[in-house]
T-cell receptor, first 115, second 112 residues
Framework: DADVTQTPRNRITKTGKRIMLECSQT?????MYWYRQDPGLGLRLIYY???????NKGEISDGYSVSRQAQAKFSLSLESAIPNQTALYFC??????????????FGEGSRLTVL | SQKIEQNSEALNIQEGKTATLTCNYT??????LQWYRQDPGRGPVFLLL???NEKEKRKERLKVTFDTTLKQSLFHITASQPADSATYLC???????????WGAGTKLIIKP
């Protein structure tokens, strides 16, 4: 089993629908992240969480919300999906203390298409 | 403006040769720089981290250099193999907030 698991892997939805992407990890890491990847652009940080009680906005948080249900679970929600949220979404984890100095461990990605 | 640039065109290299990928940045002062590999449909995988006070880092066939004066990192794969074909991403890490800032990646194709 993968250390960082994302569900669903693929989702097609319509404008205005609520969508939740889920992430779970077995690495025991405190820190979890949601990124978005678009063709020709670098990964962009949506939200990050350094522990269960800590939630922080990233570079592009508008239109998104997150929930850290447990150390191992971090979900991303699109309350009312719009077409320009069509993208590949990645969840990642890292060790606390090392923060971004250390490596990020990524899930396999969730491809979201909003029609 | 702040930018991080990687060659957007695919790099085609003959098997056995050294592949060199470039990561240039402007108006950043990163404390660290990381390189990742990403295969199609997969998440990025960490390869190497280099600190601002390190000139060079090696790991097996991989070598990374970091020139803070030129604001550039070079990523080398020696004795390249078709299995090295992938997209390679660089990421800057600022000491102030530890956020990663990502390049868009360069696609590397190693031809047999």
């Amino acid at each position: 089993d993968a250390d960082v698991t994302q569900t669903p892997r693929n989702r097609i939805t319509k404008t205005g629908k609520r969508i939740m992407l889920e992430c779970s990890q077995t690495k025991g890491h405190d820190r979890m992240y949601w990124y978005r990847q678009d063709p020709g652009l670098g990964l962009r940080l949506i939200y990050y969480s350094f522990d269960v009680k800590d939630i922080n906005k990233g570079e592009i948080s508008d239109g998104y919300s997150v929930s850290r249900q447990a150390q191992a679970k971090f979900s991303l929600s699109l309350e009312s999906a719009i077409p320009n949220q069509t993208a590949l979404y990645f969840c990642a984890t890292s060790d606390s203390g090392l923060a971004h100095k250390g490596e990020l461990f990524f899930g396999e990605g969730s491809r979201l298409t909003v029609l | 403006s702040q930018k991080i640039e990687q060659n957007s065109e695919a790099l085609n290299i003959q098997e056995g040769k050294t592949a060199t990928l470039t990561c240039n940045y402007t108006n950043y002062s990163p404390a660290y720089l990381q390189w990742y590999r990403q295969d199609p449909g997969r998440g990025p995988v960490f390869l190497l981290l280099i600190r601002e006070n390190e000139k060079e880092k090696r790991k097996e066939r991989l070598k990374v250099t970091f020139d803070t004066t030129l604001k550039q990192s070079l990523f080398h794969i020696t004795a390249s193999q078709p299995a090295d074909s992938a997209t390679y991403l660089c990421a800057l890490i600022m000491d102030s907030n530890y956020q990663l800032i990502w390049g868009a990646g360069t696609k590397l194709i190693i031809k047999p």
